[in-house]
């Protein structure tokens, strides 16, 4: 199941469905992003994911390294990459590691805790 959510997350990303991507972590969850301060919410996960004017992200893939599940929480760490369209059109290609906290909520896994960096070219 979490396999699964990983692959509907890259693939709204990619549709540009903010609210979607908010729904996939709980009301509470959190967001560590590159060079930010923690985020938190639904309505701050929707501005942190809604695409900017003109911006698009044509590509992106999770590649989970390792997920342990203890009950009703779960972990998960890997990388991530994508490539993103702006206005120009001019590609960018990027890539990451991230650590994922899960939590069951009413037999849905959604995330809690998601911190994430870049690792340069």
């Given at each position: 199941?979490?396999?699964?959510?990983?692959?509907?997350?890259?693939?709204?990303?990619?549709?540009?469905?903010?609210?979607?991507?908010?729904?996939?972590?709980?009301?509470?969850?959190?967001?560590?992003p590159?060079?930010?301060?923690?985020?938190?919410?639904?309505?701050?996960?929707?501005?942190?994911?809604?695409?900017?004017?003109?911006?698009?992200?044509?590509?992106?893939?999770?590649?989970?390294?390792?997920?342990?599940?203890?009950?009703d929480?779960?972990?998960?760490?890997g990388y991530?990459?994508?490539?993103?369209?702006?206005?120009?059109?001019?590609?960018?290609?990027?890539?990451?590691?991230?650590?994922?906290?899960?939590?069951?909520?009413?037999?849905?896994?959604?995330?809690?805790?998601?911190?994430?960096?870049?690792?340069?070219?």
């Amino acid at each position: 199941a979490i396999l699964e959510n990983v692959s509907t997350f890259s693939q709204n990303v990619m549709k540009g469905d903010y609210k979607a991507i908010a729904a996939s972590y709980t009301t509470d969850g959190k967001i560590f992003p590159n060079n930010r301060d923690i985020m938190e919410g639904t309505a701050a996960l929707e501005s942190y994911w809604k695409p900017s004017e003109g911006w698009q992200t044509t590509y992106h893939k999770v590649t989970p390294k390792e997920i342990k599940v203890l009950g009703d929480e779960a972990y998960d760490y890997g990388y991530y990459e994508g490539t993103s369209k702006g206005p120009d059109r001019n590609e960018s290609n990027w890539k990451g590691k991230y650590v994922i906290t899960w939590k069951k909520v009413n037999g849905e896994w959604k995330i809690y805790l998601d911190i994430w960096n870049s690792i340069k070219e």
